[in-house]
């Protein structure tokens, strides 16, 4: 018995964090494939004027998910890992933002009045979470938030990117976070995760399971915050 509990621990132990992660948020990220803004992406019934919006809100957000990145690669333990985050925090974030910003300006909204909008509810949350866990957090648990944000939309860009969308402005989201380039961020991302998880104590790698679940639920929130639209209370 002491020896099948002994490998029992051994092999939790060598299970990749990332791993663990994905299969303590799948029921989570399951819904989300369901969610009726992602659904409404590739059969063409998601209205126009709820994919503005949360283009709007993706902008405030990732201004504060930049800055975000940045405190993070301050943190960081080796030296390519700060440089990788920051070339995401510059690079990465320009070019999801570039992507909203050509969508928007189409509907004649500018990049000057989208950084002008009101954070909704949800958004204001979740970016001030971020910034919490990264500033007052360890290395590991910043990387464990801002994971959500990174895999999640690569996992959602590939399993729509198989649908399609006769929407071509939905499809060019669609095609953004299914592509290769963003694809190798991602996997940057998760080779420090489980580089970091090998290091960590068990309560240690509970934690960042925690906010690794913490931040899917938040990116299910943002979606369904788009689709009502949501607005400070009272109204």
Not at 79 to 93: D, F, I, K, P, Y
Not at 153 to 173: D, F, I, T
Not at 209 to 219: D, P
Request: hydrophobic share 45%.
């Amino acid at each position: 018995m002491a020896a099948v509990v002994v490998a029992a621990m051994a092999a939790v132990a060598a299970a990749s964090l990332t791993g663990e992660m994905w299969g303590r948020a799948k029921p989570i990220y399951e819904k989300t494939l369901r969610h009726p803004f992602l659904a409404g992406l590739t059969d063409g019934t998601l209205p126009r004027d709820r994919f503005l919006f949360y283009l709007e809100q993706d902008a405030q957000y990732l201004r504060v998910y930049g800055q975000a990145l940045s405190v993070l690669a301050s943190k960081a333990p080796r030296v390519e890992w700060g440089r990788t985050l920051n070339r995401h925090a510059s690079e990465a974030v320009a070019v999801e933002s570039a992507l909203h910003e050509t969508i928007l300006a189409k509907s004649g909204v500018q990049s000057t009045q989208a950084s002008r909008v009101t954070m909704a509810p949800v958004n204001t949350a979740y970016t001030n979470h971020l910034l919490a866990v990264v500033e007052r957090g360890t290395f590991a648990e910043g990387l464990a938030a801002m994971l959500p944000c990174y895999w999640i939309y690569w996992e959602v860009g590939k399993e729509l990117v198989k649908r399609g969308s006769k929407n071509r402005e939905y499809q060019q989201w669609i095609n953004q976070y299914a592509g290769e380039d963003y694809g190798r961020s991602v996997r940057e991302v998760l080779a420090m995760m489980d580089a970091m998880g090998a290091e960590l104590t068990a309560a240690e790698r509970e934690r960042c399971l925690v906010l690794y679940e913490r931040g899917a639920r938040y990116e299910w929130m943002f979606w369904d915050m788009a689709w009502r639209k949501e607005q400070w209370p009272p109204e």
